[in-house]
């Protein structure tokens, strides 16, 4: 089964090409790529941000953007998937929606003038499915742990006695299927 590696929050690109040295990077050094799976195209977006305001936060800068664009520009796939760490809009809930992408409406912009089919982001730690300003969005939940729900609240609680989850994505005729996959626990 194919697989690619994106960026989170508390990755470094450095130590991440050391151990990677084989990763996709685009011409500025972003950990980016197209993956084509039959009919579906996967792009593949480094939203990690050197300096974040507010700490975990994410950003997609002008040349990663720019990079984006040309991509689905020239892109013949039936299906397009984009995929990056921080989802681009608020979700609900206060906590976790201070550490999304701070330029994400660039992002929503963009994916929407090209007819993107599915973003998929992560960073919150728990599976959530929206149609963000118009994109259908799937953030996934985590393999570490599950954050409570907390929609009238600062607070992010951490919650360690769920089973972790991993997604797949799949091509099918009819387009790309997610699925979501609970890891028992000991």
Known sequence: MPATLLMGNCDNRAAFASVFPDAAQDAHGFVQSVVTLGGTALFCLDSLDREPDPKHS?????????WLD????????????????????????????????????????????????????????????????????????????????????????????????YHVLLDTDAGPVLHCEQVPMA
């Open 58 to 66: 994410g950003v997609l800068c002008a040349d990663r953007l720019g």
């Open 70 to 165: 040309a991509q689905l520009a020239a892109c013949a796939a039936s299906h397009r998937v984009v995929v990056a760490h921080h989802p681009p809009a608020a979700v609900g809930m206060a906590g976790p929606d201070r550490l999304r992408l701070r330029n994400g409406d660039a992002l929503l912009d963009l994916l929407r003038a090209h007819g993107v089919d599915l973003l998929i982001c992560g960073h919150l730690h728990r599976p959530i499915l929206a149609t963000l300003k118009g994109q259908s969005t799937a953030i996934l939940g985590s393999t570490a742990f599950d954050v409570a729900l907390a929609t009238n609240s600062d607070a992010i609680t951490p919650i360690f006695d769920v089973p972790p989850l």
